[in-house]
T-cell receptor, first 114, second 115 residues
């Protein structure tokens, strides 16, 4: 119940393509669903996040689609660029014993070809 | 810059040795999380502290220990090091207040190489 399943493990797209990364969860108590972007040798950084009361959130070229009934959410990168090549982690979190409990997906390595 | 500071950035040591990794959370953040990331692997949760107290434990080996001090900085101690302990160790912090969860801020990591 505490897992977040992420797919695919890796993804290669051409510049301008729209990579889509999917995540699924089981615990309906999760109330925050962030996506983190990590470049090699760097720490993960928050890219975009959504709460379950909305079905979609856009920030620039990045969009989260959220399906509460299916317990799934996905990241879409519009007009992808070589600079978007990175590892992307989805996560889900919930307040637990007065603090935040985060569950991370296994990551998707994205490569955008020039 | 996330505001989370980790030292050292790089560390090379030998098997059997002991090292200490240090983390200063963002100003005002009460919670510190430690993660291990091996080559091409995901983020393995090790342990969480909240305002000085241990709150959650993940896949942390008995050879590893951590603590959070009154000034809220945290240290991760790794002992009897093995080759397989070579990894990036990340510290993250969060304010951890209110009814809803919020952002987790990661440091740049400490890269440990065990030879």
């Amino acid at each position: 119940q505490q897992q977040v399943k992420q797919s695919p493990q890796s993804l290669i797209v051409q510049k301008g393509g729209i990579p889509i990364i999917n995540c699924a969860y089981e615990n309906t108590a999760f109330d925050y669903f962030p996506w983190y972007q990590q470049f090699p040798g760097k720490g993960p950084a928050l890219l975009i996040a959504i709460r379950p009361d909305v079905s979609e959130k856009k920030e620039g070229r990045f969009t989260i689609s959220f399906n509460k009934s299916a317990k799934q959410f996905s990241l879409h990168i519009m007009d992808s660029q070589p600079g978007d090549s990175a590892t992307y982690f989805c996560a889900a979190s919930v307040v637990y014993s007065g603090t935040y409990k985060y569950i991370f997906g296994t990551g998707t390595r994205l490569k955008v070809l020039a | 810059d996330s505001g989370v500071t980790q030292t050292p950035k790089h560390l090379i040591t030998a098997t059997g040795q002991r090292v200490t990794l240090r983390c200063s959370p963002r100003s005002g953040d009460l919670s510190v999380y430690w993660y291990q990331q091996s080559l091409d692997q995901g983020l393995q949760f090790l342990i969480q502290y909240y305002n000085g107290e241990e709150r959650a434990k993940g896949n942390i080996l008995e050879r590893f220990s951590a603590q959070q001090f009154p000034d809220l900085h945290s240290e991760l101690n790794l002992s009897s090091l093995e080759l397989g302990d070579s990894a990036l160790y990340f510290c993250a912090s969060s304010v951890n207040s209110g009814r809803l969860t919020g952002e987790l801020f990661f440091g740049e990591g400490s890269r440990l190489t065990v030879l």
